[in-house]
């Protein structure tokens, strides 16, 4: 069993839907990441958090440290947020251990 | 702007050919960067952990004499795969990270492809 554990791997959604991406995780985190990653390979990291909720932008994305569980939340998709989102979790030192991703196609 | 510049992006080249990757933290000296590999559709597995001046850590089955890490400067690592062989074809991603409290930076990758 992976230490990260994501879901859907894959989903796709009409323009303007509201998207929900979950990540859940077996170790112990000093904080939890969402990544983007585009078609051509690029990674971008959306938000870094160890408790509660950040916002930026239609992107919101919350952790439940208790039951090891992270969302993160897209409204109003739109098809320029297709891509590939990943969880990753920062459990000890620098080092990150990634999900699988869950590639997203928003369709217009 | 860019945080991480990583060069190059493509490379395509025959058997038996050591291709050199270098990655450039340009905002801020990075003491720390990491290698990654990713396969098709596959999750980002790290290959190294690069500390300026010192030897790079390499993650279980990942062969130091294969996968050349050097970090000669806060700015710039290079990975070198040696002799590369059709197998080692694979997307490569550098990261860095200046405040552990901070995101890591991602390079935008190359992708490798051995004839």
């Known amino acids: 069993k992976n230490e990260v554990e994501q879901s859907p791997q894959n989903l796709t959604a009409q323009e303007g839907e509201f998207i929900t991406i979950n990540c859940s995780y077996s170790?112990?985190?000093?904080?939890l990441h969402w990544l983007q990653q585009h078609p051509g390979g690029g990674i971008v990291s959306l938000f870094m958090?160890?408790?509660g909720k950040k916002k930026h932008g239609r992107l919101i994305a919350t952790i439940n440290i208790q039951e090891k569980h992270s969302s993160l939340h897209i409204t109003a998709s739109h098809p320029r947020d297709s891509a590939v989102y990943i969880c990753?979790?920062?459990?000890?030192?620098?080092?990150?251990?990634f999900g699988t991703g869950t590639r997203l196609a928003v369709r217009p | 702007g860019a945080v991480v510049s990583q060069h190059p992006s493509r490379v395509i080249c025959k058997s038996g050919t050591s291709v050199k990757i270098e990655c450039r933290s340009l905002?801020?000296?990075?003491?720390?960067m990491f290698w990654y590999r990713q396969f098709p559709k596959k999750s980002l597995m790290l290959m190294a952990t690069?500390?300026?001046?010192?030897?790079?850590?390499?993650e279980q089955g990942v062969e130091k004499d294969k996968f050349l890490i050097n970090h000669a400067s806060l700015t710039l690592s290079t990975l070198t795969v040696t002799s590369a062989h059709p197998e080692d074809s694979s997307f490569y991603i550098c990261?860095?990270?200046?405040?552990?409290?901070?995101?890591?930076?991602f390079g935008d990758g190359t992708r490798l492809s051995i004839l």
């Open positions: 990261s860095v990270t200046g405040d552990p409290a901070q995101p890591q930076h």
């Open positions: 170790v112990g985190i000093s904080a």
């Open positions: 958090l160890s408790s």
């Open positions: 990753a979790v920062k459990s000890s030192g620098d080092k990150l251990t």
């Open positions: 905002d801020f000296q990075a003491t720390t």
């Open positions: 690069s500390n300026e001046g010192s030897k790079a850590t390499y």
